[in-house]
């Protein structure tokens, strides 16, 4: 069983930065690849940021420029670094990661982005 521990969400206001991390139960090495989910109020959940174990990365349109991913292999953990936050950005954000035996999710952590 896969455990996947995120953390880092909370209240920022419009142009504010918060780090998300998200830590495997795992070795890293283990996994394909790890990926940031986000789910509005209202709206499907969608792929915000995606890096595979070769370090490979991808974004959503709406966040390209804006954020950035990366992991540390040696805690098992993927980050995501938020900057230039927009009210639009609001929702819970979940850690995805897939390896040979499925893919797993972590429980979400909720970003607000508000004044």
């Known amino acids: 069983q896969v455990r996947l521990v995120e953390s880092g969400g909370g209240l920022v206001q419009p142009g504010g930065s918060l780090r998300l991390s998200c830590t495997a139960s795992i070795n890293i090495f283990s996994i394909n690849y790890m990926g940031w989910y986000r789910q509005a109020p209202g709206k499907e959940r969608e792929l915000v940021a995606r890096i595979t174990n070769s370090d490979s990365t991808n974004y959503a349109d709406s966040v390209k420029g804006r954020f950035t991913i990366s992991r540390d292999s040696a805690k098992n953990t993927v980050y995501l670094q938020m900057n230039s936050l927009k009210p639009e950005d609001t929702a819970v954000y979940y850690c995805?990661?897939?390896?040979?035996?499925?893919?797993?999710w972590g429980r979400g952590t909720r970003v607000t982005v508000s004044s």
């Open positions: 995805n990661c897939d390896t040979d035996g499925g893919r797993h």
